[in-house]
């Protein structure tokens, strides 16, 4: 089953607002990343939070998460047309398996 | 620097014939990851290797599916007998630390079409 839900799983906004995008999860985790994937492409990596951080930045991105209820937020600020792609959350629980991701939040920014 | 390769990018194969997919990690990662992706959905973990070793491959289906990782050479992802079901996007991602303490770097994925 998947580890991550993201939420919303479809996003349309306009060119400038912002985005925000959440992930909730079920088991304890060492990190969560969020990832980027344009239409038929593979996976970008956007950020990375261990679970003893809070909150990161990183240019117009700022992630937050919150273990006590196991989820996470991806907020795109001053968003751009060029920021149109699927987003995915993805755990590592810390054993030798590899990521655990979401079904992702589908954005589209109007121009 | 080249990033994570991968090889074909589109695969076509009858039920029944073998699919043969191939990851070249960036320069300098010697840890390979394989998830699978069906249509609007999210990736799932299928096998995690090191040169010579497979380390876990909880994700990976029992019959028809193998991976190696060579110690010269890409690394293979193999499924035999293929069936419509396996029809999905392939990616390889790789690291160069081991398992998920950062950040893992994705190739642009094998789709594959199972007729």
């Known amino acids: 089953s998947q580890q991550g839900e993201e939420d919303p799983q479809a996003l349309s906004i306009q060119e400038g607002e912002n985005a925000t995008m959440n992930c909730s999860y079920k088991?304890?985790?060492?990190?969560l990343q969020w990832y980027r994937q344009n239409s038929g492409r593979g996976l970008v990596h956007l950020i990375l939070?261990?679970?003893?951080?809070r909150e990161k930045h990183s240019g117009r991105l700022r992630v937050t998460l919150d273990t006590s209820k196991k989820s996470s937020s991806l907020l795109i600020t001053a968003s751009r047309a060029a920021d149109t792609a699927s987003y995915f959350c993805?755990?590592?629980?810390?054993?030798?398996?590899?990521?655990?991701f979401g079904k992702g939040t589908h954005l589209i920014i109007q121009p | 620097n080249a990033g994570v390769m991968q090889n074909p990018r589109h695969l076509v194969r009858r039920r029944g014939q073998e699919a043969r997919l191939r990851c070249s990690p960036m320069?300098?990662?010697?840890?390979v990851y394989w998830y699978r992706q069906l249509p609007e959905e999210g990736l799932k973990f299928m096998v995690y290797?090191?040169?010579?070793?497979?380390?876990?491959e909880s994700g990976m289906p029992k019959e028809r599916f193998s991976a190696e990782f060579p110690k010269e050479g890409p690394s293979i992802l193999r499924i035999q007998q293929v069936v419509r079901g396996d029809s999905a996007a392939y990616f390889c991602?790789?690291?160069?630390?081991?398992?998920?303490?950062?950040?893992?770097?994705f190739g642009p994925g094998t789709r594959l079409t199972v007729t």
């Open positions: 993805a755990t590592w629980g810390g054993g030798a398996d590899g990521l655990t």
């Open positions: 991602a790789s690291s160069p630390t081991g398992q998920g303490f950062y950040e893992q770097y």
């Open positions: 088991t304890s985790i060492n990190n």
């Open positions: 939070i261990r679970s003893n951080e």
């Open positions: 290797l090191q040169k010579e070793n497979i380390i876990d």
């Open positions: 320069k300098g990662h010697s840890h």
